[in-house]
């Protein structure tokens, strides 16, 4: 499981004739593959990298 928060609005088809909508800003514990399909479909919040100490 893994927590994802969603820039925006994403339909996850689940089979031929499911489909699950979240709506953008949704944010909530997901199986690792709905993440991953999440990521390649580039609705994910960037994440932030850590800025360098100077």
């Known amino acids: 499981m893994k927590t994802i ?3 925006r609005a994403w339909r996850d088809p689940i089979n031929d004739v499911t489909v699950e909508e979240y709506p953008a800003g949704w944010t ?3 199986s ?3 993440a991953d399909r999440a990521k390649r479909a580039d ?3 960037a ?8």
Do not use: F, H, Q, S
Not at 49 to 54: I, R
């Open 5 to 7: 928060t969603l820039a």
């Open 28 to 30: 909530g514990a997901v």
């Open 32 to 34: 690792n593959d709905r």
């Open 43 to 45: 609705v994910l919040v």
């Open 47 to 54: 994440e932030k990298k850590p800025e360098a100490d100077e």
